[in-house]
DNA sequence: GGTAGATATGTCAAGAGTGACATAATAAAT
DNA sequence: ATTTATTATGTCACTCTTGACATATCTACC
């Protein structure tokens, strides 16, 4: 088994889903820290189908086209009970922006500062999002979100994640801009306080 | 040109080195995001060498076999210098841990917290590793990682990069492994502070 | 002499992931 | 009517990545 086949067990666990369904949930909540195209989970669901860890009925609809709705066996949401608390293989996180900071030396200063303050702000929008996205959860699930047992802990825990991470990449990337246009702070141990932008 | 193309010509923009160096600097250094095995390296500097961005001569030593040493040519260097402030496309990271505390709740709470403790030793000691590096360049370069227009400034970014990823890495599987265990504080916005374990 | 380990370079098959191609139903707008 | 967009499902070729296989030199140890 693949790990795209617990991520696709995962979601089922919770409900109830289409292949679009799951194609949708792979953007946002899980997908931010696992994505797949349709052209992955497609197959993906027929081989878990397969090996009978999940089923599905045929929907009929009125307003769309029909659909397939699947949902796991008792057996798959065995092996996905087995499979989550069995520690990871540690695989270091790929990241082209930190191999782009690697050459950074040899590039023209201000377009460096340019491409790091893009994706500063690109890290502040996801940051922004994750946080309504934060409380909208807190709100909706009644105090669920820290219950553990509880569905609602599964997107609240992955988001707190996201939270964590692009919290860490804006201020990475704040921490090169600065370097690169020669602002940065000489004690990185010290606290960071706001500074107020000048004018040019 | 793919990105490993790129990870390789900006290690060979610092220093000559053979295949067999580039397979080691991919562990460490730029390896902790960016990893490639030595049957990625070899056929890789091959396609760079037909493509004139590398060259490499054959150093023949008496220690060990002979090897050949790499270096960039003015074009493999120009071509480095353009990509580097080239907006990266945005991809998702792949984290199976995030995926597993996405289906937590459905786990035995007790081999849950101790996956997520161990995990939590894991990255503390990759951060413990990551603070010494970053003390022994600091001393090292002699105040060079701060200049970016040092190659000292490459590593001492991934590093910083590191730091930051790391510390949240242990922040979050702290957090995961509290709420499991009933633990966490209710209002995530405080400020943590530490708590001394009580016995069982 | 044998063998284990680091250095050194390569190939190959299999698996995972991406992007394009392909089809079709329905709704809404033009 | 035709086009466009969304929903819905699928395949295929290509690329990227991993792990296994393969070979060879030199050192150090037994």
Known sequence: MKTLGYAILGLLAQEELSGYDLMQRMKGRVGNFWSAGHSQIYPELARLEADGLVTHSVVKQQERPDKKVYETTPEGLKILREWVTEPPPANAPKDELVLKAYSVWLADPEKAAK?????????????SRYKETRSWMEHESGGDVLRPESPWFAGYAALRRGLIYEKGYVEWCRWVADSVEGKQDDSPKRKKKKVKKKGT
């Open 115 to 127: 491409l790091f303050r893009d994706e500063e702000t690109k890290h502040k929008e996801q940051l």
